[in-house]
């Protein structure tokens, strides 16, 4: 079964087409599609200039197209279109950009509560995610009793976008509602929000698999139904590859919005941080939309067991940083993701697969930024029940700035428990972001973060003097700017920066002086992924975790 969850992968991950092109147009077509490949149609999600009208649907019928959905919202369609169309496409000056209708994944003891102090929260501060809705997109929940208050279903609303019943047929999107708000049904295993309202959007099929756009539709969903259930988060434990700049990406472009519309989005990094088959020992491979700017990116900590964070080290197989093309410094934070015991049920895909994983009940262990990322989404929610005036960007700069920087070697080695590989991670910007969520640190600031953006900034390499150095750091519109209290040391940390906002350990980011691998993450040549194909099985999820 694992050679069948590695090829279904693969759907989704970059591939290197031929540099002859058939159409004129083509900067307008994702690199995927420009190139005529064998079949008669593909599915694509067209951005235009405005929001499209039935005019534009009209003019793709006329070329032998079919509507499938409107995203309007992003000035968007998912359409059927002859391959022999796509040039008319290219060409149409009413057209932004042309995406194929990509492949997402899941990128998956007790929560580790003690860790991050959300039982602190809990109980002392009362802070439990009451009356906050968040939006979980993933492979939809089975009703527990987990997510129930008394006699009141927490599950507040259900759909499905990939046909059937709203419930969950795999496991991984009950597994995170758990994490983010199971109430634990007289256990241990208590989530980090325990009553915040659910609503539930399925994505991903029985075996843990979707599509670009059903995300975006459910996405979509999540702002339209915003005030009717008070929807300040989505949580997103999947992801894909990149394969553009965000500006381009329709799913980025639908985080966005959601960011936008006053919903904190908070996204897996991926597990792809022990990925070398660019050259880049594991960097530059954050999966999208955890690349976009505006989200908060979430990599993984191993607790090993205790509720401290003293002890608490990088999951080697964490995505890292710098994203592709765009180059924003990501992770935002790390949290605890690593051995999570959390809700999942016999007879699903993965119950099924894993029996061994299974702890007592409908109790389930599982590994990887999928689960570290709804520790973050609950935190948020409860950000938003104590300051329901917070905007987005002040919850992502408050866990950015509270986060614990300073309890980190500056490397660790991993043993995969599986295959005996050790891998060394080394605690850089890239790696662990502004550090460690940390919801007692968070409560207890003096002052509320300023109102502005809180987009992740860009590492810009100097050619000359050999070092990379943060951009976007300073100005008044910027929430960590220089001249305001989140200056970028506090955010980051000074184990990670120097002076000047240099960022440390320039040189390991491209790994072992590798030009391959430097040419992967900074130069013109940032396609990852024509040959990762081992890569693809981590960004599902991690089964065995780490020691």
Known sequence: MKKSLRLMAICGLAIVYAATVAWAGTEKLAKELQSEKAGDSVEVIVQYKSTPTEAHHARVAASGGRLHSKMDFIRSAHYTVPKSALGTLANDPDVAYVSPNRSVAATFDQITDGTVHSDWANSVQHQTGAGIGVAIIDSGIVDLPDFHTGSTDRIVYQQSFVGGTPADQYGHGTHVAGILAGNGNGTVYV???????????????????????????????????????????????????????????????????????????????GNEGRNNTANTNGYATIMAPGNDPYVITVGCVKSNGTTTMSDDLIASYSSKGPTLFDHYVKPDLIAPGNLIISTLPAGLTLSTLYPANRVTGNYFTLSGTSMATPVVAGAAAMAFQAVPSFTPDQVKAAMMQSATKNNFPTSSVAVDPVTGISYTSYYDIFTIGAGELNIMTADEMTSMPPTGSAKSPVAVYNATTGQVSLQGVSGANVVWGANVVWGANVVWGANVLHANNVVWGANVVWGASSMTGFNVVWGANVVWGASTTDASESSILSINGEK
Do not use: C, H
């Open 191 to 269: 989530g980090t929000a325990p009553q915040a309202n659910i609503i539930n959007l399925r994505v991903l099929d029985a075996l843990g698999m979707g599509t670009d756009a059903n995300v975006i539709l459910a996405i979509q969903k999540a702002i339209s139904l915003k005030n009717t259930y008070n929807i300040r988060v989505i949580n997103l434990s999947l992801g894909r590859p990149v394969f553009e700049s965000s500006t381009l990406d329709p799913l980025d472009q639908a985080v966005e919005a959601a960011w936008n519309a006053g919903i904190a989005v908070v996204v897996a990094a």
